[in-house]
């Protein structure tokens, strides 16, 4: 255990007040055992615990952080813009800055809305979507995570596409009524009653697992056959994969998007964008209601517009390129039953020979038990992975060649945990 006194002590203090101890489930540790490290520092690549344990970190905020912790430019605009003023609900010119910013990255994306989470972006997106084509189903993949609202939180049978059951404790069957589950990288045959496809481009939330070739433009076709609108759900792919995102890095480009996680530079921030004529169903232009007190907040778009200055093209094409290389050495240390795959700057771990394409073989990875005993290992030699099999790895561009030397030496020792 890598766990220290501190840290223990505050879990067992949180349990009290707040639910499991913590504000959102898989920070619990509870998939992998022990107690979470409680942070209290980061800086670039690494995290410091309140034990004073140090850690080479790759959850780097579930992906909201790709210039590492604590980035200089980021804490200049997040102080310089908290002491004008936190939050006034006016507009201001950061807002119009930043929405600027992502249209003219992501090509397609003619208009923009700020949210404050990517569980918000989600589901307002759906909501314009079902206005626009005036249909209520919506298809989704299994293994994707496309936040916490109750339409989105249903689950499939094993069918390619079958109808969603409530996959929560409060969800109704009647929330999850109009979702279908399909399979991941298969297309499934729409019909006339969807409204919208929505589909993690790079699924990222059930380990890492790549569109096969053609499953992303076969979604695209089948959905201008029946008049349904193809959203991607960028919240982790969005200015990670590449400069202009998922569509830049696929070639395929969708009618509606959803961001968060980088485009809130560690703040919270998301938003959601599309075509001109489906976003000015939104009010005030139009008659879908959609709303927000800290939307747009100041602070998150200084981050946000930060961070998006600090990324160019080349950004982009060096993380991948040391990321691919990094792959290779952790691959290459953890042994032939570790599969790291990779997209872009993002890395996954997967266990055992199966090239893995949708959630069931994610599902056979994770239940090889080995995800556990490795995280653990690592965090004893100060490398720490998200608590949970179907988490990816978040190298940024703040992690050195060195950092990735020994995050590939500690792979190799703990990959042959069990
Ligand atoms: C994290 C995530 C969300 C939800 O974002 P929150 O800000 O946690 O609400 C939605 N979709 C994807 C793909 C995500 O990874």
């Known amino acids: 255990m890598a766990d220290g006194d501190r840290s223990a002590e505050l879990f067992a203090r949180a349990a009290k007040v707040i639910p499991g101890g913590v504000n959102s489930p898989v920070r619990a540790f509870k998939s992998v055992g022990g107690t979470p490290y409680f942070v209290e520092r980061a800086a670039g690549a690494y995290v410091w615990d309140v034990d004073g344990n140090k850690y080479i970190d790759y959850v780097q905020s579930y992906g909201a952080s790709i210039v590492g912790h604590a980035h200089p430019k980021v804490v200049e605009a997040v102080t310089a813009a908290a002491s004008l003023g936190t939050s ?108 919208a496809v929505i589909v993690e481009p790079v699924a990222a939330n059930m380990g890492l697992v790549s569109p096969q070739p053609g499953f992303l433009e076969g ?58 004529d489906l976003m000015e169903q939104l009010a005030p232009v139009g008659a879908v209601y959609q709303a927000g007190t800290l939307s747009g907040n100041p602070l998150a778009t200084a981050a946000g517009l930060a961070v998006l200055e600090l990324l160019d093209r080349q950004s982009y094409s060096d993380l991948a390129d040391r990321v691919r290389r990094f792959a290779g050495m952790v691959a290459g240390a953890a042994g032939p039953e570790v599969q790291i795959p990779v997209a872009g700057p993002l890395m996954g771990v997967f ?68």
């Not at 206005?131 to 339409?151: E, K, L, M, N």
């Not at 009618?255 to 560690?266: A, L, N, Q, S, T």
């Open 219 to 276: 979604l695209r076709a089948e959905c201008d056959r029946v008049g349904a609108l193809l959203i991607f759900d960028e919240v982790i792919t969005g200015f990670r994969l590449a400069y202009g995102g998922a569509t830049e890095f696929t070639g395929v480009t969708p009618d509606m998007w959803c961001f968060g996680k980088v485009i809130g530079g560690g703040l919270p921030l998301a938003a959601f964008a599309g075509r001109r």
């Open 88 to 195: 006034f609900a006016a507009p201001t010119e950061r807002e119009v800055l930043l929405a600027e910013a992502i249209s003219g990255r992501v090509s397609g994306a003619e208009m923009v809305r700020l949210v404050n989470s990517g569980t918000e972006a989600t589901m307002s997106a759906l909501r314009v979507a079902r206005a626009a084509t005036g249909r209520d189903r919506v298809v989704a993949f299994a293994g994707c995570y496309h936040g916490h609202s109750d339409g989105l939180l249903a689950s499939g049978g094993s069918g390619v596409a079958t109808l969603g059951l409530p996959a929560s404790a409060g969800v109704t069957s009647a929330a999850v009524a109009d979702t279908v589950i399909a399979r991941y990288n298969l297309v499934p045959a729409l019909d006339k009653r969807v409204g």
């Open 351 to 418: 266990f055992g020979a199966e090239t893995v394409v949708d959630y069931e073989g994610s599902g056979r990875s994770a239940a090889s038990g080995r995800y556990a005993p490795m995280m653990h290992g690592l965090l004893e030699r100060g490398v720490a992975i998200a608590p949970g099999a179907y988490e990816v790895m978040f190298p940024s561009l703040a992690h050195s060649e060195s950092d990735f030397e020994r995050t590939a030496e500690a792979f190799g020792v703990a990959a042959a945990i069990r």
